[in-house]
């Protein structure tokens, strides 16, 4: 959607079919990825007009032959990573380009970000570039599946918030292949955290406000157990650090 602002929004609205709060997901968890140094897209609420939904067909969603118009009011917002104008997105590269990305590094920080916020869903990046540029950027998109989705429960799993393919992790060789996000995640300030409640529109998430609170809770006691949980996805089966060294004293 392109909105007042002049920007084009992928919008997410309150009654699509995943659950309410994937936006109070997609604003918290985007925000803190953009809070440590991640590249990701720029998070937004939206007010969409009743009469632009009335007005405008698509927006409608099918579900066994039904179809029922989303609802109008406060939405989430992911701003386009580049405009379509400017150039080109895509959410594949094959692997013989991905050594065209400029910033394959931010791979290793996201991964402990997902481990931090339980990302449910496997991660999901736009890999973009300018006109006739060759190398590409890579932007994290689609936060929603953080905090295991509606349920705002942590059941961590070795696999669970990690890319599809393992070539975006050989840049890993060790802990500092983390930095400097897993030392900003260790010592994330919990006035930062708490900020953040006030930038959540309540209907996102029920106007439970104890339930957000207890959210923010876990939050700050996760931050010292995502090395456990990088460590958890390295032992795994899929063995995806194929580049990491031990360092024997």
């Avoid at 118009?69 to 380009?97: C, H, K, N, W």
């Amino acid at each position: 959607m392109r909105c007042a602002d002049g920007f084009y929004y992928v919008v997410k609205f309150k009654n699509n079919p995943q659950h309410p709060r994937v936006l109070a997901n997609d604003m918290i968890a985007t925000r803190l990825a953009e809070l440590i140094g991640l590249p990701v897209a720029v998070p937004a609420v939206i007010n969409v007009d009743p009469w632009l939904i009335a007005n405008t067909p698509a927006l409608r969603i099918e579900r066994c032959g039904n179809k029922t118009a989303f609802a109008p009011g406060l939405s989430f917002g992911s701003r386009y990573v580049i405009s379509p104008t400017e150039g080109q997105v895509y959410d594949y590269l094959p692997a013989t380009m991905i050594l065209r990305v400029r910033n394959i590094r931010d791979f290793a920080g996201v991964l402990a970000f997902d481990k931090w916020t339980c990302n449910a869903d496997g991660r999901q990046a736009a890999f973009w570039k300018k006109g006739r540029e060759r190398e590409f950027h890579a932007s994290f998109i689609d936060q929603g599946y953080c905090f295991n989705a509606g349920e705002w429960r942590f059941p961590d799993a070795p696999l669970r918030g990690v890319f599809g393919r393992n070539d975006v992790y050989a840049c890993i060789t060790g802990w500092q292949s983390f930095e400097p996000w897993l030392h900003r995640i260790e010592s994330f300030p919990e006035t930062s955290i708490w900020a953040l409640a006030e930038e959540i529109p309540p209907e996102w998430y029920g106007e439970r406000s104890e339930e957000l609170e207890r959210l923010f809770k876990t939050l700050l006691e996760r931050r010292s157990h995502v090395r456990e949980l990088i460590l958890s996805f390295k032992n795994s089966s899929r063995m995806p650090f194929v580049n990491w060294k031990e360092v024997v004293n």
